[in-house]
C-alpha cells in the first residue's frame, strides 16, 4: 500500500510531487510537516495545504523559484523572498493546494529538519518526512483544535517506538511559559503512550 491517497485532491499529490523533485535536484533541505506528514506517520485525514520547513540560503531563492514556476507553481519572487528572509514563513501556489514554508528560526524546527528521512509517498517518489517526535513538537507549538488531534494521533499510531525523551527534552525551553500545553502533553502521553511502555 503506498502512502499517496486520491482523496487528498491531484493538486496536492502533484504538487508534493513536482516541489520535492525540485528540492532534491538543488540539493535544498527540507522536512514535509503539518497534515500530509501526519497522514504518512499516523493516518489519513483531510488537508487541503502542503507544510515544509526549508532551509535555503537567500542567495539560492531566485533559481529555485525561476524554477518553481516553470513547473507550474503560482508564486510572486519579491513576495517570498521578503517574506520568508524578513517574517521566516511564506506561501506559494499550485491549482488549490497552498504550500506553506517555515524557515527553521528556533531550534526545535532545526532538529525537526535534521532528523527528517526520507519517506515513501507514491512508487516513484519518496519524501523528506519530519518523525513524529519532530512532528508533535511544530504541533505543540502552533496547538490549535486539530493540531492537538494530530499529536493524539501520532503517539498513539508510535507509541512502540516513540522517543517522549525527545519531546521534553526539546519542549523544555517552553515548559514553563506554556504550563497549560505542557499538561497537556504529559496528559497524553500517560493516556496513550504510557500504559504501554514499561520503562517510561
Known amino acids: 500500500m503506498q502512502p499517496k491517497n486520491t482523496e487528498l485532491g491531484d493538486d496536492i499529490n502533484t504538487a508534493l510531487e513536482r516541489i520535492t523533485d525540485v528540492f532534491h535536484r538543488r540539493s535544498i533541505r527540507y522536512a514535509l510537516i503539518g497534515g500530509i506528514a501526519t497522514i504518512l506517520r499516523g493516518r489519513v485525514r483531510l488537508t487541503i495545504d502542503v507544510d515544509f520547513i526549508l532551509d535555503i540560503p537567500q542567495i539560492a531563492l531566485p533559481g529555485l523559484l525561476e524554477e518553481l514556476v516553470e513547473n507550474g507553481f503560482e508564486l510572486d519572487p519579491l513576495v517570498v523572498i521578503k517574506e520568508y528572509v524578513q517574517q521566516s514563513m511564506t506561501s506559494i501556489r499550485f491549482g488549490s493546494t497552498t504550500i506553506d514554508w517555515l524557515k527553521p528560526i528556533l531550534p526545535v524546527y532545526s532538529r525537526t529538519l535534521n532528523e527528517a528521512n526520507l519517506t515513501p509517498w507514491s512508487e516513484s517518489h519518496q519524501v523528506r518526512t519530519a518523525k513524529p517526535e519532530g512532528l508533535i513538537l511544530t504541533k505543540l507549538l502552533a496547538f490549535r483544535a486539530q493540531d492537538k ?52
Open 149 to 200: 488531534e494530530d499529536i493524539e494521533t501520532l503517539l498513539i499510531a508510535n507509541r512502540e517506538d516513540i522517543d517522549v525523551s525527545i519531546i521534553r527534552d526539546e519542549w523544555a525551553a517552553f515548559a514553563k511559559l506554556e504550563a497549560e500545553r505542557t499538561a497537556w502533553l504529559e496528559a497524553a502521553i500517560a493516556k496513550h503512550v504510557t500504559p504501554y511502555r514499561s520503562e517510561l
